[in-house]
Every structure is written in C-alpha cells, then in structure tokens.
C-alpha cells in the first residue's frame, strides 16, 4: 500500500477473518492428530486389560499386566493434558524435565503391532546418565510412539531406535533420537509431505510434536538395517 493511503474499507475485517480460519484449521489438525494417538492408547489400554483379565483366569498374577494398564491410562491423560495447555496458551516451568531414556523404553513396552509380521526392536542408549529433556514428557512419548509404529508397519523384521547426545561448539547440548527400519527406504517426514496411507510416516503430527520441543526432524544417513530412517533432534541437558 502507497503510505498514506487509507486501507480500504473492510480489509482489516478480511485479514481477521483469514487469520481466525487459520487457526480453526491449525487446531482441527492438532485435534484430528490427538484423536488417531488417543486411539492407539485406547486400544492399548484395552489389550492390556485384557492379557490381565486373561492371567487371573489362568491363576496367573495380573500384576504386570495392570501395571501396563496404568502407563496407557497414564500416557491418555497426559496427552490430552497438554494438548489443552498449549492451545490455552498455559507455560511451562523451565524446571520440569523428564528422562529421555526412560520415556523411550516406556513406548517400546507399551508397543502392540496392530498388523503384519512380528517385529524385534532394538533400543540402543549411549546418553551419559542424568540426562533430561526440558518440556513436557508426552509430547516425547507421542512422537516416540509414532515413530516406533510408523517403523514397524514398513519393517520386514527389525527396527532400530538409537539414543545419543551431540554438543555444538557454542556449548549447546542435544538429544538425538535415532529411529530405522528393515523395509524399502522411504523420505525423512516434513511438514510439507503428504500422508499416503498407513505405511508413511505421519508428518504432521511428527512436525507439530518436534516443534513444541524446539527440535528439528533430519533423515538418517546412515542405516545400518537397510531400509529407511529418521531422527530428531532435541534440545537437552547433558551432564
């Protein structure tokens, strides 16, 4: 616009109203994208309770069993927590941190393949001890989860995560989550990819994830299985 021009009548109004269609749209996908994870944990959730139920019918203890029961209903909770405090807007204390290592292996024990082949999964840790994320701890399980998943739908046997830390010059300290498959090799997630059916990866949930944490999504260069592989990288505090 030529300065000092008036704006034309009714072009504030236009540009409010983009915005707010914007908004409606970015909280649909976000709402859409919790929904299918919640859905996973349901089923979860169900499984579990009934190899607990199946235990006690056999004079078996259902402890371990309820215990697994607890995490998804645990996992659900926490999802739908913070999702509700992100989009009000609600901070986080810089204070509150969780360990990455743990948050992985509860994903990989929570893991029920839904289809195909059964499929070994291997996690490797190589994070000095002490080391936490900042943020909130679903966020990271959700997309280990995903990830894990995704994995295991293309893979043929195996699947790989790998956990690591890297350290830029300035001093900055970064989790590296590091995850791979046996299966045709296939791009890195993105936000501009779109999802072909049930054997890509869910970019727009990865993307939306990897950014509440401050992260970057990469491809993996090197696969040692073969197939195709992803990993994100995430602020951190390493001793």
Known sequence: MIPGQQEPSGGGDTRSAVAVKERM????????????????????????ALLAAEDARHGRS?????????????????MLRDVMEVLRGAALSPEVTY??????????????????PQVEV????????????????????????????GAARRARTRVLLELRAEEEPDGRAFVVLGVEDDGRPLGAP?????????DEWRPGVVAWLVAQMGGEVRPRLVCVLGGSGIEIRIPANVP
């Open 25 to 48: 749209e970015a909280l649909g996908q976000v709402s859409a994208e919790l929904l299918h994870d919640l859905a996973d944990a349901a089923f979860s959730l169900e499984q579990r």
């Open 62 to 78: 259902p402890l371990p069993g309820l215990q697994r029961t607890v995490e998804a209903g645990t996992e659900m909770r926490a």
């Open 99 to 116: 360990d990455p290592r743990d948050t992985v292996e509860r994903a990989v024990r929570r893991f029920l393949p839904v289809s195909g």
């Open 122 to 149: 291997r996690l490797v840790c190589d994070l000095p001890p002490g080391t936490a994320i900042p943020g909130r701890q679903s966020f990271f399980s959700r997309l280990s989860a995903n990830l894990l998943a």
């Open 190 to 198: 993105g936000p501009a990819r779109r999802v072909a059916g049930e």
